[in-house]
């Protein structure tokens, strides 16, 4: 018997694709590799499979007539134009909350290595540079204070940890929150200029692009970190570069960029950076949680059963 037909709009996660490829025939790339062979094969796609980045635009989605479900592996899913699902009737999910604690961790990691310079300071010992006198001093992280844009599942999580180093936590988003009992400022600029350590984890796209701008790193200051674990797109990188260059800022630590897997060279040679490959939710367990989850979103979307976890604006189309 044949099984059905799912197309991957990116390369996947071994442990989504294994999944799916137990019970369905996966086009890896199709519409990009052989959009001849595409056209025929469209109407035949029941599932749509990608990554938080992955792009699925209103063309293709109108192109698989006959598609049940976008399955997103990842919580964000800025690369969807959702609009246009809802207006084909297919539904998107996602991958909320198995991900929140690594990427908390992760952040608290990049804030901790920043402050204290732990990237520097492997790369000191490794050179042989001890016998030759101390390390310059770092800046304390336990009582200092942060500030996240985006008090979201992920922001709430990072604001758990940076509590547990005693730090005071205030934060932006889109509406105040009544119950956290966190400062909230009306911009990203008034937080900044407020805090010592500016993490931001707010979803991607048009909504956010470029928050993080030139007049925000300004009022960081020259003791401020910017910590970005959201989207590349959400911080203008070239108004970092020079931040960091003019020593506008302190230093960053950064796990998304602007153009991924593409990272400047510029930022590569600085001190003050920290640079992670878009790893925050690379664990083995996470990256299996999130798997079974986007794994089950496909199944159920295709079978017509419940969705798991769809995002936010499908839940209109899919109670009526
Ligand atoms: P979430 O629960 O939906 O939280 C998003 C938060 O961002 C909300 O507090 C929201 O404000 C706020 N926000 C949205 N637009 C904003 C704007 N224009 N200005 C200020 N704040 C804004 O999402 P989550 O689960 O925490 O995930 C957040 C994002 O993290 C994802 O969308 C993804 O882009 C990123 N992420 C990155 C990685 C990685 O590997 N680096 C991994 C996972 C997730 P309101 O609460 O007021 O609506
Ligand atoms: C993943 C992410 O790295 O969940 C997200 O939004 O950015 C990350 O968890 C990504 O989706 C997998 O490519």
Redesign the pocket.
């Known amino acids: 018997m044949t099984k059905p037909d799912v197309l991957a709009v990116?390369k996947l996660?071994p442990f989504y694709l294994q999944a799916l490829e137990t019970l369905y025939t996966v086009h890896d790339r199709t519409h990009v590799t052989d959009p001849a062979a595409f056209a025929q094969l469209a109407p035949r796609i029941l599932g749509v499979a990608g990554?938080?980045?992955?792009s699925v635009p209103r063309s293709l989605l109108a192109q698989v007539t006959n598609a049940k479900v976008v399955s997103?592996?990842?919580?964000?899913?800025d690369g969807v134009d959702v609009p246009a699902a809802i207006e084909h009737g297919i539904p998107v999910t996602?991958?909320p909350d198995v991900?929140t604690d690594d990427?908390a961790d992760l952040a608290m990691g990049l804030v901790l290595s920043v402050g204290r310079s732990i990237a520097q300071a492997d790369q000191f010992v490794r050179a042989g540079q001890w016998p030759n006198g101390p390390m310059p001093l770092t800046r304390k992280v336990s009582g200092a204070r942060m500030g996240i844009v985006g008090l979201g599942r992920i922001g709430k999580a990072i604001a758990q940890r940076a509590s547990g180093f005693g730090m005071s936590i205030a934060y932006t988003a889109r509406s105040e929150k009544r119950d956290v009992g966190f400062k909230y400022y009306s911009s990203a600029a008034k937080l900044a200029a407020n805090v010592d350590f500016l993490v931001v984890i707010t979803p991607g796209g048009a909504g956010t692009k470029h928050l993080i701008n030139a007049e925000v790193l300004k009022a960081l200051g020259p003791r401020g970190f910017l910590i970005n674990v959201a989207?590349g797109s959400v911080v203008d990188e070239e108004a970092l570069i020079a931040a960091l260059q003019n020593s506008t800022i302190a230093g960053a630590g950064l796990d998304?960029f602007a153009h991924e897997p593409n990272v400047p060279q510029a930022l590569w040679s600085m001190r003050n950076v920290v640079l992670t490959p878009?790893?925050?939710?690379?664990t083995t367990e996470t990256r299996q949680a999130?798997a079974d989850l986007a794994f089950a979103n496909m199944q159920a979307g295709i079978s017509g059963q419940p969705l798991r976890t769809p995002v936010p604006e499908c839940a209109a189309m899919l109670n009526k």
């Open positions: 990116a996660h990554t938080g980045e992955a997103v592996f990842g919580v964000g899913y996602h991958t991900l990427v989207r998304v878009h790893m925050a939710s690379a999130m």
